[in-house]
T-cell receptor
Framework: NAGVTQTPKFRILKIGQSMTLQCTQD?????MYWYRQDPGMGLKLIYY???????DKGEVPNGYNVSRSTTEDFPLRLELAAPSQTSVYFC?????????????FGEGSRLTVL | AQKVTQAQTEISVVEKEDVTLDCVYE???????LFWYKQPPSGELVFLIR??????QNEISGRYSWNFQKSTSSFNFTITASQVVDSAVYFC?????????????FGKGTRLSVIA
C-alpha cells in the first residue's frame, strides 16, 4: 500500500539551483496538491490539480511550477532556488470530484536552500 | 475568504488530563466542510475527521470528541484522558463548497505536548 510517495525526503540546494520534487500516488485520485509547511505557519497551498492536464495556483505559487501529465504524477519544480523556499513540502491527493474529501499526504520533503 | 484560526499555539498537559483544542473558522458559504488532521513527531499528516456544515451533531471516537457549533463558528477537538502518544501538532482546516469549490485552508496548528 504505497499511497502517496514523495522523493527526495531531504535535499540541500544552493541559491539559484533548480530541482524537482517528485510525487506519485497509486490510488487513482483525481485531485492532487502541493503544500509547504513553515514553522508555526501551518500549511500553505502552492499548486493543485483536479485532473491530468489541469493545474491551478494556490496561495503561494511564486517560484514554483507544476505539471500533471498523468493521473499518478504531480511533480513540483523549483526554479532558481531562494532561501525563502527552505521549507517542508507535502504532496497530497484526494478521491472525488471536489476539494471536500479526505487528503492523503506523502511523508514530506525537507528542502534547505543555502 | 475562508479563514481558520487556532489561537492556541502550544499546549502542555500531564498524562490523563483532558484537553480541548480550539478552532474558529470564517466563511461566507452555507455549505462547507471542516477537518482535523494530526501531525505526530514523525512528520506525516493523518486525517482525523471531516464534518459538513449541515451536521452539527457532536462526534465521539474513542478518547476523541468534536464539538461543532455554527452559532460560534467553532469546531473544537477534545482529547479525554490524554496519553503521551497524543503529542502532536493538530491542524484544523476548512473547505468551502460548492460555490467556490476551494481547496482546503489550514489553521496554523496547535502543538500538544502530553507529559508522562
Amino acid at each position: 500500500n504505497a499511497g502517496v510517495t514523495q522523493t527526495p525526503k531531504f535535499r540541500i540546494l544552493k541559491i539559484g539551483q533548480s530541482m524537482t520534487l517528485q510525487c506519485t500516488q497509486d490510488m487513482n485520485h483525481n485531485y492532487m496538491y502541493w503544500y509547504r509547511q513553515d514553522p508555526g505557519m501551518g500549511l500553505k497551498l502552492i499548486y493543485y490539480s483536479v485532473g491530468a492536464g489541469i493545474t491551478d495556483k494556490g496561495e503561494v505559487p511564486n517560484g514554483y511550477n507544476v505539471s500533471r501529465s498523468t493521473t499518478e504524477d504531480f511533480p513540483l519544480r523549483l526554479e532558481l532556488a531562494a532561501p525563502s523556499q527552505t521549507s517542508v513540502y507535502f504532496c497530497a491527493s484526494s478521491l472525488g470530484t471536489s476539494h471536500t474529501g479526505e487528503l492523503f499526504f506523502g511523508e514530506g520533503s525537507r528542502l534547505t536552500v543555502l | 475568504a475562508q479563514k481558520v484560526t487556532q489561537a492556541q499555539t502550544e499546549i502542555s498537559v500531564v498524562e490523563k488530563e483532558d484537553v480541548t483544542l480550539d478552532c474558529v473558522y470564517e466563511t461566507r458559504d452555507t455549505t462547507y466542510y471542516l477537518f482535523w488532521y494530526k501531525q505526530p513527531p514523525s512528520g506525516e499528516l493523518v486525517f482525523l475527521i471531516r464534518r459538513n456544515s449541515f451536521d452539527e451533531q457532536n462526534e465521539i471516537s474513542g478518547r476523541y470528541s468534536w464539538n461543532f457549533q455554527k452559532s460560534t463558528s467553532s469546531f473544537n477537538f477534545t482529547i479525554t484522558a490524554s496519553q503521551v502518544v497524543d503529542s502532536a501538532v493538530y491542524f484544523c482546516a476548512l473547505s468551502e463548497a460548492p460555490s467556490g469549490n476551494t481547496p482546503l485552508v489550514f489553521g496554523k496548528g496547535t502543538r500538544l505536548s502530553v507529559i508522562a
